[in-house]
């Protein structure tokens, strides 16, 4: 694969490997235009106190033309899937669902997940009252488990949960160097696979985790998800097999404050950037446009994750790709100049 990143919004969505697969899910109705490269995550979903504001937001999310949503059994103590349950319940064949398995709330952890919205309004305004709560230590979640039968009972209940008969991708969460991961799990999620509870599996997590674990297990690789950021630009570190899906997340929350800083504490990187490249990073919806033309130029023919609270960001967000991404070129020179990225050392801004 080349080294350079492709230009541009349709150049990035268009860019096609021969020799790696394209995310390769079809869809009944196809997402907005731009928008088959931009997943929603719902990691933080819960945060949310309203359930109406919840599906708000998913229903922001579905209008602004984000497709492709991705959850976990843990996420929300177990809940989030079934908010997003309902707002696939009439829309199934017009989206994607990766969900996850490995980490599960514990049974009490269930049972209190309808009682979070309330808890989360408290510790909200009493914030005593949520150190103490985190100084009892119970845990929410069981040790992680990557087995057959631990996979089966997992999705059984995300189907439920979701309302629907099969998702698209079925992840491994988290899984680390040195957790025990079944030998006979591969025959498992393609047995799944065959009787079309699963369209594609693969694993989910750090790049730092994936980095062994990809030779390690490379039955597991066929969808590959994992942290990528312009402050990181982890995508060049990994072993990526040719035949996987690539699916990146969390473009913000690491990477947004190291530029925020850099261009508060040195002036002159803002002036140097505008000069060379016409960007005025004094702009935060400018910052957040940087780092997802990063992220989508970094993997130009898979998919960028992303989660938010706030429908502003959302919109923000989407509108930067149904518009204009920042060249291959200027992303190069803004990282340069922000010193996330030395030109010389001959550092990659794409995948291998």
């Known amino acids: 694969m080349s080294n350079r990143l492709t230009n541009g919004t349709n150049q990035a969505t268009a860019a096609l490997d021969p020799d790696r697969e394209s995310v390769g899910i079809r869809l009944v109705s196809e997402?907005?235009?731009?928008?088959?490269?931009?997943?929603f995550g719902l990691s933080?979903?819960?945060?949310?106190?309203?359930?109406?504001?919840?599906?708000?937001?998913?229903?922001t999310v579905y209008d602004q033309g984000i497709r492709h949503f991705d959850v976990a059994r843990m996420y929300g103590l177990g809940a989030s899937e079934r908010e997003l349950g309902t707002l696939i319940r009439s829309k199934r064949t017009q989206v994607t669902v990766?969900?996850?398995?490995?980490?599960e709330p514990t049974l009490a952890t269930r049972c209190l997940s309808s009682l979070q919205t309330p808890v989360r309004w408290f510790f909200t305004r009493l914030p005593g009252l949520k150190a103490a709560a985190a100084e009892?230590?119970?845990?929410?979640?069981?040790?992680?488990?990557?087995?057959?039968?631990s996979l089966r009972a997992s999705l059984d209940m995300s189907l439920r949960q979701l309302g629907t008969d099969y998702v698209d991708i079925l992840f491994l969460h988290e899984p680390m160097p040195g957790d025990h991961i079944a030998n006979e799990l591969n025959d498992s999620l393609k047995d799944l696979q065959t009787q079309g509870k699963i369209r594609r599996f693969g694993m989910s997590s750090t790049a730092n985790s994936l980095l062994s674990l990809i030779e390690q297990y490379p039955g597991l690789t066929p969808v590959l998800q994992f942290d990528n950021d312009a402050a990181g630009r982890q995508i060049n570190s990994l072993p990526l097999p040719p035949h996987s899906s690539l699916f990146t997340f969390a473009p913000f929350s690491t990477a947004l404050p190291v530029v925020q800083t850099r261009c508060e504490q040195v002036p002159s990187v803002v002036k140097n950037v505008a000069e060379r490249t016409g960007v005025d990073l004094r702009s935060p919806q400018e910052q957040i446009r940087l780092l997802l033309s990063y992220a989508l130029h970094a993997n130009p023919q898979g998919m960028v994750v992303f989660a938010s609270t706030n429908v502003h960001h959302i919109a923000a967000v989407t509108k930067h790709v149904r518009s204009e991404l920042i060249g291959d070129d200027k992303v190069r020179v803004i990282l340069e100049e922000l010193g996330l990225l030395c030109i010389d050392s001959g550092v990659r801004m794409g995948s291998s």
């Open 31 to 39: 997402p907005a235009a731009g928008m088959e490269r931009l997943g």
């Open 44 to 59: 933080k979903l819960m945060r949310i106190p309203s359930r109406a504001d919840r599906q708000r937001l998913l229903d």
């Open 98 to 103: 990766a969900t996850k398995f490995g980490i």
């Open 136 to 149: 009892t230590r119970q845990p929410l979640y069981r040790p992680k488990r990557f087995t057959p039968d």
